[in-house]
């Protein structure tokens, strides 16, 4: 019979055993090494401090805010710059940052740094604590410096009476020389206004069909060149005789206006005809021929007369005829032949 015991096998008693030791020391090592890790923290972390030059400052006047860190071992220090901002400076308008300054402390080192600020704080003014990295070798933390505060004394003492507000500029009288300026600045704006108007109010009514004459036209070649389309005109369709009379005048009209400066446009025929009698350079035989073209053209625009075809043609000679007379030279005095006299005695 089989008789069966408690416990471990034979043989198996010292494994356990040696499995027990082998953690035992693992995790003595791995304390081991932390704990070197902690002290070398501890040594590589600096001790921060930060000094102000007064316990009370006034708005706006400077004072410097003095940061001191104390470390052993071979560490960097990174400090603010002095442009950081509000983000790590708060209430502090930081004007200017000395360069790092470290020296040599017992076992130890010393980096201090200098910022010179003002502030625009009422009674009191923080200064935060500020962050400063520390670098040794490729391992880089932060550590932050204890916040202080430093009183804010007012400008005005507490007795100050009688003070106001701020008054309205007192009024100065303008000098008169810009009056003079603005009359002359408005003056122009008026006078160009007006121009444009005219100019405006004479387009529309010189060129009713949208020809313009070209830069480089005389008066002459341009209403000559507008007689000539006027040739291609379909004269057969009623509807178009109307239109017709119109452009004819209308080239007369624009002529007689650029070129001899009569007010042809504003004016009926009858006014345009008695300002040509009393122009002594215009020539006699161009008169009528004006006076008949712009009848008929009368006639026709506001009449409805209906004139014959041998009339189209004969109203476009005529407006050609008036433009060649008005245009032909004055013809000159008879000079007197040398050395010919009078037949008739004094």
């Known amino acids: 019979m089989a008789v069966w015991t408690h416990g471990p096998p ?4 010292s494994r356990p055993a040696g499995r027990s030791a082998a953690g035992r020391a693992w995790r003595a090592g791995l304390l081991v090494l932390l704990g070197w890790s902690l002290l070398g923290a501890a040594v590589a972390q600096p001790r921060l401090d930060v000094h102000v030059s007064a316990d009370s400052v006034r708005i706006g006047e400077r004072f410097v805010v003095s940061v001191v860190a104390e470390h052993r071992g071979e560490v960097e220090l990174a400090f603010p710059a002095a442009d950081a901002g509000p983000g790590v400076f708060g209430e502090l308008e930081v004007l200017d940052r000395s360069a790092p300054r470290r020296r040599a402390v017992g076992d130890g080192q010393v980096d201090s740094v200098a910022y010179t600020a003002t502030t625009f704080a009422l009674d009191s003014v923080r200064v935060p604590s500020l962050p400063v990295q520390v670098i040794a070798g490729d391992d880089t933390s932060t550590a932050r410096t204890p916040a202080r505060t430093a009183t804010v004394v007012s400008v005005v003492g507490p007795d100050a009476e009688g003070l106001y507000g701020v008054a309205p500029p007192a009024p100065f009288p303008r000098p008169l020389w810009t009056w003079g300026v603005l009359a002359l600045v408005a003056a122009a704006l008026l006078g160009g206004a007006a121009y444009l108007w005219w100019r405006w109010r004479r387009t529309p009514e010189a060129f009713p069909s949208g020809i ?5 036209q005389t008066p002459y070649e341009a209403a000559t060149a507008r007689i000539r389309r006027l040739e291609t005109y379909d004269l057969s369709d009623p509807d178009a005789v109307k239109p017709f009379y119109v452009e004819l005048s209308q080239a007369l009209r624009i002529y007689l206006a650029r070129e001899w400066d009569v007010a042809a446009l504003e004016r009926t025929t009858r006014e345009v005809v008695e ?16 006076q008949a073209v712009l009848e008929l053209a009368d006639l026709v625009k506001f009449a409805d007369a209906r004139p014959a075809p041998e009339d189209h043609e004969k109203a476009v000679r005529e407006a050609r005829s008036a433009l060649d ?17 009078s037949a008739e005695s004094p």
Do not use: C, H
């Open 212 to 216: 313009r004459p070209a830069v480089d």
């Open 275 to 290: 300002a040509l009698d009393r122009r002594p350079d215009v020539p006699d035989a161009a008169v009528p021929r004006v």
């Open 325 to 341: 007379t008005l245009e032909a030279p004055p013809a000159s005095p008879p000079e007197a032949i040398d050395g010919v006299a």
């Open 10 to 13: 034979s043989g198996s008693a």
